[in-house]
């Protein structure tokens, strides 16, 4: 069975960028998409993107779009997202979570990766 | 971008209750409709895909039904484990999830 494994807690300053890695363990990519969703204390789920490992396509939300870069290493079975000129409003939990394809529910999630925005 | 929105934002109900969670889509969507439900501090679950297709795993007191824009979430007769937060999500287009309902048992 599949897990996703994120990357530790993160501490960063405003202005500055975060890189949380979440790997495949127990498995691989295959054909299925990575996305990244993000959740601010108390607050509901916010989608930020994803990327389809086997052949690299991506897609942003609008909202992230040139601040945020997902990327995928196929030999090692890890995606990585990076968010760009932090602010304290970005303070949240990301998740990175797998659907099969892109019309298919998110069917396994990382843990999680607490990231703190704070001077 | 699809807005979803979610009724009730939160509820509270009895173990042995039915209860049913409502999703709204500001554009049609088929059947591409999921729902999740969250604990404190855990990531969330996928419960329902394809609007009414059960998950793996997932007891079958949660059901799920709808097509194009109105999707419901039913649990046919709540359990204390299943207070929870629980989420729709489109996955038509650029995925977008509703604000959340607060289930609580009382």
């Known amino acids: 069975q599949v897990q996703l494994v994120q990357s530790g807690a993160e501490l960063k300053r405003p202005g500055s960028s975060v890189k949380v890695s979440c790997k495949a363990s127990?498995?691989?990519?295959?054909?299925?998409?990575i996305s990244w969703v993000r959740q601010a204390p108390g607050q509901g789920l916010e989608w930020m993107g994803r990327i389809i490992p086997i052949d690299g396509t991506r897609n942003y939300a609008q909202k992230f779009q040139g601040r945020m870069t997902i990327t995928a290493d196929k030999s090692t079975g890890t995606a990585y997202m990076e968010l760009g000129s932090l602010r304290s409003e970005d303070t949240a939990i990301f998740y990175c979570?797998?659907?099969?394809?892109?019309?298919?529910?998110?069917?396994?999630w990382g843990q999680g990766t607490m990231v703190t925005v704070s001077s | 971008d699809i807005q979803m929105t979610q009724s009730p934002s939160s509820l509270s109900a009895s173990v042995g209750d039915r209860v049913t969670i409502t999703c709204r889509a500001s554009q049609r969507i088929s059947i591409l409709l999921n729902w999740y439900q969250q604990k404190p501090g855990k990531a969330p679950k996928l419960l329902i895909y394809a609007a009414s297709s059960l998950q793996s795993g997932v007891p079958s007191r949660f059901s799920g039904s709808g097509y194009g824009t109105d999707f419901t979430l039913t649990i046919s007769s709540l359990q204390p484990e299943d207070s929870a937060t629980y989420y729709c999500q489109q996955s038509d287009s650029s995925p977008t999830f509703g604000q959340g309902t607060r289930l609580e048992i009382k």
């Open positions: 127990g498995g691989t990519f295959r054909g299925y998409t």
């Open positions: 979570a797998r659907a099969p394809a892109s019309k298919d529910g998110f069917d396994i």
